[in-house]
């Protein structure tokens, strides 16, 4: 039942990762783009799909709190401003998405405030992972590490990493969803944001086995984990070829096949722990009678018509998205 | 333990919670007259109702996407702020609020889309069915919602493991007798908002003479679902007192504003409350046993006074004193207008009386206030405790937590929320302003899923359409 409700916290944090990842991705590169006909469809690209994608955060805090409260509560207080700002970064983008076709005079206020909520939101949910993997001061369960102990060069340079991350799936995004000049400045884009990812991901990842000398062993132990590792340098290198192929449909997954693989990476150098040498998952994990409460009740039928809700809505608004205005028909 | 931490955040889930309440209290009664309505058009095949469903529809997009926005942080809140409460009472507060968010995602994002897209693309039954589904969405989060606070005010079906509320019946925490009183009273004061906002805009159009029939069809319906909910809401709001009087003896007290056991027991109708003397100024009090009758429906039952209650247990007396009376107050002056105003439309005479339809259009924010004042009884009545008679809010909050760190959040989260407030009112007006569009519905030819604002956008500002590739 435990690992039942690990494995729905790994499923949303994932979804949220991915989803959200690539609008707020779009988000962060409209701030580059000129021109208002340019950054208004780039936000068609993501209009219909943003507040489904950003549901999944909620889903994921309620599965924490639910099945995990310790560390929810632990987490969520000792991560206390940058979570506050990052919910109202997150505000921001949201209402910018519907204010801006409400107003000409204002629409900047609102591009501002999207492009800024987008940032905001990136960098503090990298930050946070970094925090994370080089492990906060706790002491005996108690976080102790003051008001700023999660900020730290490795953890800045994680939310910066984050930033190119999302970046690059929205890249991968708007090549799908975008036409003319729009989709050609996202190709132009794509190399440079790949290899700046590919090259964090390699030092964050040598930095994190040099420091931490007990995850290694495990790698070592068990060599059949570098399957993941491997997996996300396979599919490095397909991204690089259908680039060069000016393929639009290929470098999305791919990037999300890097962005899975690392995922699995990093969950797996956590495991058993849910916070690295603090918590581990069997510890935090609530009572039976709860977690066979929410297995009846939402995981077993309700979170998967969740999913597919989701893939609907995503199969609904496949294709790409028209630069001009008026009513088209299939 | 930070004093200072300890009120900022209180006031801090005070305001957010109070910023987030308006918008589902909206909804949730919106969501349910919207499929009465859709019901009615089917029904008589008016097209006045049609219009009048297209427009509160788009009307219902804004506040609904105003009301999930607000609601994310909602789900952090606990735990940055009251992490030992979140910890405790995690086992039992955690999967509820799991219920209410899974049932709700389900239910109202899938047939939401529906609603906005589906009208040329699903038979009507389905249609109607949608909005069923959508006001049932708003129902269930409502009572996942108040199970959960109601298990906050009446601790019951737990065991305490290592410091922690484990729950060994769920038909207890779910059946709570106290949901059954409080859940109803919620959803009617929801409901009584929506009715009231329909009937408002209503009186506004009939003054401003436009929309002519769909003008009169709000007025009507509008203040015809208060008359007859109204009754209903006062006997629910006495039953809520029942179980104040017997679970909360302090809230009680504070809310009468009874200082000394009595037997049987005065009412105080006004008064000024003054703590430090333990007495009331200016007070009018009713006489034994009008006290008794009303707090526990007999002529010879003791009142709890606060005096018989050590001080560190009291509630902040005033606050429940007063937010209790403008709850009283405001649903009683709604009872009156509801049931002139529904008189005068049973006589057609309510579209000339024009004091009455102002007094009509300025009635919109009264069941904002009861709801806010009423939320304010409960929640600071509670006090000192988060979960009643076992846990204080001060041993709650999140140990480290300091001044400054709680001052700045509260700052930002004030400036955000004045900020698109102020927007999102703003558009909300111009949308009832404007009115409903006279030409038929036009469905976007694609459908976009998930965007419940985008209803509210206006033609000539329309982001580029969806154009499907290889078909």
């Not at chain 1, 999207?114 to 976080?143: D, H, K, R």
């Not at chain 2, 737990?158 to 769920?170: I, L, R, S, T």
């Not at chain 2, 929320?417 to 519905?441: C, D, H, N, S």
């Amino acid at each position: 039942m435990v690992m039942f409700w690990v494995s729905l916290l790994a499923v949303s944090i994932l979804l949220y990762v991915l989803l959200d990842g690539l609008d707020l991705g779009v988000g962060l590169l409209s701030g580059l783009a000129r021109g208002e006909a340019r950054r208004s469809a780039m936000l068609s690209a993501v209009a219909p799909i943003w507040d489904g994608n950003e549901t999944w955060l909620v889903v994921t805090a309620v599965i924490l709190w639910g099945a995990f409260p310790v560390v929810y509560a632990a987490l969520l207080s000792a991560f206390y401003l940058p979570l506050i700002v990052m919910l109202l970064g997150l505000i921001l983008r949201g209402v910018a998405f519907e204010f801006r076709y409400k107003t000409q005079r204002l629409r900047w206020i609102w591009d501002v405030s999207f492009v800024g909520g987008s940032l905001i939101a990136t960098f503090i949910q990298g930050l946070t992972v970094g925090a994370l993997v080089e492990g906060l001061p706790f002491t005996n369960g108690q976080y102790s590490g003051g008001a700023i102990g999660w900020l730290t060069p490795f953890s800045v340079l994680c939310g910066i990493g984050l930033c190119l991350g999302y970046a690059l799936l929205g890249a991968c995004w708007l090549i799908r969803k975008c036409e003319a000049d729009v989709r050609d400045i996202a190709r132009r884009q794509i190399p440079v944001l790949a290899i700046g990812v590919l090259a964090f991901l390699v030092l964050v990842f040598a930095y994190a086995l040099a420091e931490h000398l007990p995850i290694l062993h495990r790698w070592i132990d068990r060599p059949y984990l570098f399957v993941f590792p491997v997996t996300g340098a396979f599919a490095a290198t397909v991204l690089a070829l259908s680039i060069v192929k000016h393929d639009d449909y290929l470098p999305f997954y791919m990037v999300a096949l890097i962005f899975i693989s690392a995922f699995a990476t990093l969950a797996l150098s956590f495991w058993p722990y849910m916070i690295p040498s603090v918590i581990t998952v069997d510890q935090a994990a609530a009572p039976p009678s709860s977690l066979n409460f929410m297995f009846w009740g939402c995981g077993v039928i309700v979170f998967p018509l969740m999913l597919v809700y989701t893939a609907v809505s995503y199969s609904v608004f496949r294709g790409r998205v028209g630069t001009t205005s008026g009513y088209g028909h299939h | 333990m930070d004093m200072t931490a300890l009120l900022l955040s209180r006031i801090q889930f005070a305001f957010t919670i109070t910023f987030h309440i308006i918008f589902p209290s909206f909804t949730i009664g919106l969501a349910a007259w919207l499929s009465v309505i859709e019901a009615m058009a089917l029904a008589t095949g008016r097209p006045a109702y049609r219009v009048i469903f297209e427009f509160w529809l788009k009307i219902f997009g804004v506040a609904f996407g105003m009301g999930v926005v607000s609601g994310i942080v909602m789900a952090f809140q606990f735990g940055t702020n009251w992490s030992v409460l979140s910890k405790m009472s995690g086992p039992i507060q955690g999967p509820l609020l799991m219920y209410e968010t899974f049932w709700a995602f389900m239910l109202e994002a899938s047939f939401f889309g529906v609603l906005i897209f589906g009208r040329s693309r699903v038979p009507p039954w389905f249609y109607l069915f949608s909005t069923a589904m959508v006001a049932l969405g708003t129902t269930f989060s409502a009572f996942f919602i108040m199970v959960n606070n109601s298990w906050m005010q009446v601790p019951s079906g737990y065991v305490m493991e290592n410091g922690a509320f484990v729950p060994d019946d769920w038909t207890k925490i779910l059946f709570n007798s106290v949901v059954w009183s409080r859940f109803p009273h919620m959803l009617l004061a929801a409901y009584l908002t929506g009715a009231f906002c329909v009937a408002a805009t209503g009186a506004w159009y009939v003054l401003r003479k436009v929309y002519h029939a769909e003008s009169r069809i709000m007025l009507r319906m509008g203040l015809g679902l208060a008359a007859v909910l109204m009754p209903i809401q006062l006997l629910f709001g006495h039953l809520n007192g029942e179980y104040v009087n017997s679970y909360q003896p302090s809230k009680m007290a504070a809310i009468e504003g009874r200082w000394n056991d009595e037997k049987p027991g005065s009412e105080v109708l006004f008064a000024w409350p003054d703590v430090e003397h333990r007495r009331n100024l200016f007070a009018i009090t009713l006489p034994p046993p009008f006290g008794s009758l009303i707090d526990s429906d007999s002529l010879t039952a003791a009142e709890t006074g606060l005096n018989s209650i050590p001080q560190e247990n009291w509630p902040p007396v005033v606050i429940p004193f007063f937010a209790f009376r403008i709850m009283v107050g405001c649903g009683l002056v709604m009872l009156a207008l509801a049931w002139f105003g529904s008189y005068l439309s049973y006589k057609h005479r309510l579209a000339y009386n024009r004091p009455m339809l102002w007094l009509t259009f300025f009635s919109f924010p009264l069941p904002f206030i009861a709801i806010i004042t009423g939320w304010f009884t409960a929640e600071v009545g509670r006090q000192p405790w988060v979960v009643f008679g076992l846990l204080r809010t001060a041993d709650a909050m999140t140990p480290f937590l300091t001044t400054t760190e709680a001052t700045i959040s509260l700052v930002i989260f004030c400036a955000v929320y004045a900020f698109i407030f102020l927007f999102g009112t703003f558009y909300i007006y111009r949308l009832i302003r404007i009115g409903p569009a006279r030409k038929p519905f036009e469905v976007p030819h694609v459908v976009v899923p998930n965007r419940p604002m985008s209803l509210a956008d206006e033609e000539s500002t329309q982001a580029p359409n969806y154009i499907s590739a290889g078909e």
